[in-house]
């Protein structure tokens, strides 16, 4: 019997399970496709003329000041593993004062008893939270109501509403009608009390696709680009029938380049909130996507596996994080994150 198989709620809920594991114990990252990151190199400063400690890391999205321009992307929630992963990560993005998104809540509004794993507002009063969606799932039954729900269940700042056609064409049973999908995000925008993002979930948003979100009223994207973790490989990785692991190999590296996505987003939407995510994995690639154009900088494979670990391990990450960015800062003359994002300091290799 298939997880899928399952009860609706069951089958959720063992597909969470399934992802942690699959994340965390098997190889599941692009190998054929890129960030596209690695053909961007700063121009370094030999006589930064300025204290390295006196560097501001502060930034603001949607309002709301953040120790630096990092959002702890969404992954997971709905089980006892996810509600302690979830608990560590809310701690320290209150500590940092970080963004914060959590995983689909769709396994809450199947079955309300795990609602309480996606529920740290607690532990993060102060820190920009996102609840999570998938799209899709207007196409099945989810409405203004369910949207409304998990707002309030996690006291939200915003929505995400994940788009993942690619995932669920691989997962065996998965929710594939997209029609008409435009029209309901456009309506939910008008009638949500908070912002509505849109992201990939680590295929990429082109600048056509941007076009159409920010005009049905979308007040931010997350490009969620290839390069990292490919959904495709994760689906094969927990298949057990031939059509989900040969599509999930096939597919194991489809989509768009996540530094593609940041600088053709902004050539059409010079002024959109932007969330760049997909295939990050240190402060350098946050300092590279900052200064194409992304005023936030998301990332959710590295921060799955310290959570996992220890809370003491997260944070130990986000303090590294932070020191290498402020060191591309320093080290380009930079002393403000607006200050990075001006300067011309990035250049593409020939």
């Not at 993002?197 to 056509?208: C, F, H, Q, R, T």
């Not at 909130?273 to 300092?287: E, V």
């Not at 994080?321 to 994150?337: D, H, K, N, R, Y």
């Amino acid at each position: 019997m298939t997880a899928d198989s399952l009860s609706p709620e069951i089958a959720t809920q063992a597909r969470k399970a399934d992802h942690i594991r699959v994340c965390l114990e098997e190889d599941v990252q692009c190998t054929q496709i890129t960030t596209g990151l690695e053909q961007y190199r700063f121009t370094h400063c030999c006589l930064p003329e300025m204290n390295r400690a006196d560097i501001d890391l502060t930034s603001t999205f949607l309002g709301k000041r953040l120790g630096l321009p990092l959002l702890i992307s969404s992954m997971t929630g709905g089980t006892e593993q996810a509600q302690l992963i979830n608990t560590r990560l809310a701690q320290v993005a209150q500590h940092y004062g970080l963004a914060m998104g959590v995983g689909s809540q769709r396994v809450a509004i199947e079955n309300p008893g795990v609602m309480e794993t996606f529920a740290i507002r607690k532990y993060a009063p102060d820190c920009l939270l996102f609840a999570n969606l998938g799209a899709v799932q207007l196409n099945y039954g989810y409405g203004l109501a369910e949207c409304q729900r998990v707002i309030d269940n996690l006291a939200a700042d915003a929505l995400i509403l994940h788009l993942n056609p690619l995932q669920e064409s691989v997962q065996t049973g998965g929710d594939t009608n997209f029609a008409g999908l435009l029209g309901k995000i456009k309506h939910l925008c008008d009638r949500l009390p908070v912002p509505v993002i849109v992201k990939e979930v680590g295929n990429g948003i082109s600048a056509p696709m941007a076009r159409q979100l920010i005009d049905a009223g979308v007040t931010a994207i997350d490009v969620a680009g290839a390069g990292g973790t490919s959904w495709a490989k994760v689906e094969g990785g927990r298949a057990q029938d031939v059509r989900q692991r040969r599509l999930g190999q096939t597919f194991a590296d489809w989509g768009l380049p996540t530094a593609d996505c940041i600088t053709a987003v902004r050539s059409v939407a010079p002024h959109i909130p932007l969330i760049a995510s997909g295939g990050l994995r240190n402060g350098l690639d946050m300092a590279k996507v900052l200064t194409l154009g992304a005023d936030l900088a998301g990332l959710a494979h590295p921060f799955l596996q310290a959570a996992n670990d220890s809370l003491e391990t997260v944070m130990a990450l986000v303090h590294i994080l932070q020191e290498e960015l402020a060191t591309v800062l320093f080290c380009t003359g930079s002393a403000t994150i607006p200050g990075l994002k001006d300067a011309q300091i990035l250049q593409r290799l020939p």
